[in-house]
């Protein structure tokens, strides 16, 4: 089955720190991935996405992610993190259909002052 | 631009009745699709609906349905609610292969 997997529920970073969520997936042919955030009592806003190409994705809010085949992985990192970035984390993924995105558990990153 | 908005933000109700909720997409975005949020989970497909018919759905019980009006606009509907219904429902949007989501209706169950 098709499913995408966030190992980590919760991460704790201090202000400044530099930050790496991990997200593998499990897909037959490699799926169109994003990066979602969720603030307490918000909708999803989406930081990033990877189609093809360059396996570098830059997204919004400092964000950047890496695609990496050989490791069906598509981690999310930040070099310095604000405590504005603490929220919970998605990643999702689909194979053409773009409404029908299977989600992560999300992890939830606290940021420390 | 209003985004995509969805009514009520909150609402409770007890078992077995029945409930409809209400998404208005981006303007320009004719196809719109529903997620269900379950407390420290990560959303979950119900149904995508385009040119006013289910297109796509998840694995969502019959009790789960919705509909698309001329306008773009939908209404997801549950019957017969039962306690694991008790959610975060999101509504989306799409453009260019891109989901814009709305805040969620939340959705208690007693």
């Known amino acids: 089955a098709q499913s995408v997997t966030q190992p980590d529920i919760h991460i704790t970073v201090s202000e400044g720190a530099s930050l790496e969520l991990r997200c593998n997936y499990s897909?037959?042919?490699?799926?169109?991935l994003f990066w979602y955030v969720q603030s307490p009592g918000q909708g999803l806003q989406l930081l990033l996405k990877?189609?093809?190409?360059?396996?570098l994705v830059q997204g919004i809010k400092g964000f950047e992610a890496e695609f990496k085949r050989s490791q069906s992985s598509f981690n999310l990192r930040k070099p310095s993190v604000h405590w504005s970035d603490a929220a919970e984390y998605f990643c999702?993924?689909?194979?053409?259909?773009?409404?029908?995105?299977?989600f992560g558990t999300g992890t939830r990153l606290q940021v420390t002052l | 631009d209003a985004g995509v908005t969805q009514s009520p933000t909150h609402l409770i109700k007890t078992r077995g009745q029945q409930v409809t909720l209400r998404c208005s997409p981006k303007?320009?975005?004719?196809?719109v699709s529903w997620y269900q949020q379950a407390l420290g989970q990560g959303p979950q497909f119900i149904f995508q609906?385009?040119?006013?018919?289910?297109?796509q759905r998840g694995n969502f019980p019959d009790r789960f349905s919705g509909h698309q009006f001329p306008n773009y606009s939908s209404e997801l509907n549950v019957n017969a609610l039962l306690l694991g219904d008790s959610a975060l429902y999101l509504c989306?949007?799409?453009?260019?292969?891109?989901?814009?989501f709305g805040e969620g209706s939340r959705l208690t169950v007693l």
């Open positions: 989306a949007s799409t453009l260019s292969g891109e989901l814009f």
């Open positions: 897909y037959g042919a490699t799926p169109y």
């Open positions: 990877y189609f093809s190409g360059d396996t």
């Open positions: 999702a993924a689909h194979t053409g259909t773009a409404s029908k995105l299977t």
């Open positions: 303007s320009g975005h004719d196809t």
């Open positions: 609906y385009y040119e006013e018919e289910e297109r």
